[in-house]
């Protein structure tokens, strides 16, 4: 073998390369089935050996597995390690996880689990046309199941891959179906699921994206009626995160109204004496607390340091600078 591996003086002494991916390849082609699924076989049964497996060690069991035979430890470690690249917003190898384990998944439970990671990985991607391919799939299988709770999962991500597309009451009008029946059901999960969706709808901005939305362009009483339903909705089902997300969109809509309050007092001719008052040397925190606007600057400015409370909690550091930036 002289010649043909090279100590890997990154690792152990027992850890060896092939000189050229070309020497590998020729190996592996002079090995029998037999002997390459035993040696498939012998690598998964040391990476799963203790008492678990280290969650960037997945990927490479479920390969060794499937080419050993064991197709369903292939699905169930593809699976969790699609699930840890989601969580880790990396939706390229969420994809390529979910296309081993698709072909070989046996039972409507793994398929379901495997289009969901598909989907939220193509959300991740802005996709909505290969969204809306596989909840057509999704959907067969919830249908076929007779799982009412999936089929409101897969409506929403349907309302979801619309608002993507930009078509805004399409995907309201889906994501309000799914509230009504929610509430009859008496899901409330569901139901704040889908209050979160009706508001970002609305709003036409994904949660913690959206900033000071103009008057003209949105309907403050529908997303603030959705959003307050979410916010009790979360507090009362312990969703922080949730809670943090709808209590900021809260904030921005207050700061919406702010907004619109004073183009339409310049419009009437009322802003050249604030501009003035300004202009004389006043500060506008000193100004505004004499103003009938007040009160909604005040709910704003409680809304975000709620939600900034909560975020800070939680360790959300995204969270919490979104809220800090929609705050000036």
Not at 161 to 169: D, N
Not at 241 to 254: H, P
Request: net charge negative.
């Amino acid at each position: 073998m002289a010649g043909l591996l090279n100590l890997d003086s990154t690792s152990s002494a027992a850890d060896y390369r092939f000189t050229h991916e070309r020497v590998r390849e020729y190996v592996v082609t002079t090995l029998t089935q037999v002997r390459r699924r035993a040696l498939h076989e012998a690598v998964m049964q040391l990476l799963t050996a203790g008492a678990g497996s280290r969650p960037e060690s997945l990927p490479l069991i479920a390969q060794h597995a499937l080419a050993a035979g064991h197709t369903e430890l292939a699905v169930e470690m593809s699976t969790e390690a699609a699930r840890n690249s989601a969580r880790a917003g990396a939706p390229e190898e969420v994809l390529r996880l979910v296309g081993i384990a698709q072909p070989i998944a046996s039972s409507p439970q793994e398929r379901v689990a495997l289009l969901q990671l598909q989907d939220d990985a193509l959300g991740m991607l802005l996709r909505p046309s290969q969204r809306l391919e596989g909840l057509a799939q999704l959907a067969a299988l919830a249908e076929a199941l007779g799982d009412a709770r999936l089929q409101m999962d897969v409506t929403l991500r349907r309302a979801a891959a619309q608002r993507l597309g930009q078509e805004y009451e399409g995907a309201a009008e889906l994501a309000r179906c799914v509230r009504l029946l929610a509430v009859n059901q008496g899901d409330k999960r569901a139901e704040l699921a889908a209050c979160l969706e009706v508001g970002q709808d609305i709003l036409r901005s994904e949660l913690g994206e959206g900033y000071i939305p103009a008057a003209s362009e949105v309907d403050f009483a529908g997303a603030s009626e959705a959003y307050s339903r979410a916010a009790a909705l979360a507090e009362e089902l312990g969703e922080n995160s949730k809670l943090a997300a709808s209590t900021r969109e809260l904030g921005i809509i207050a700061m919406g109204r702010v907004r619109a309050w004073f183009i339409e007092g310049i419009k009437a001719g009322d802003g050249i004496s604030l501009m003035q008052r300004i202009a004389d040397g006043e500060r506008l925190q000193d100004i505004l607390p004499g103003l009938p606007i007040a009160p909604v600057v005040a709910e704003a400015d409680a809304r975000f340091r709620t939600a900034l409370d909560i975020y800070e909690k939680l360790g959300d550091r995204q969270g919490a600078m979104s809220t800090i930036i929609s705050s000036k």
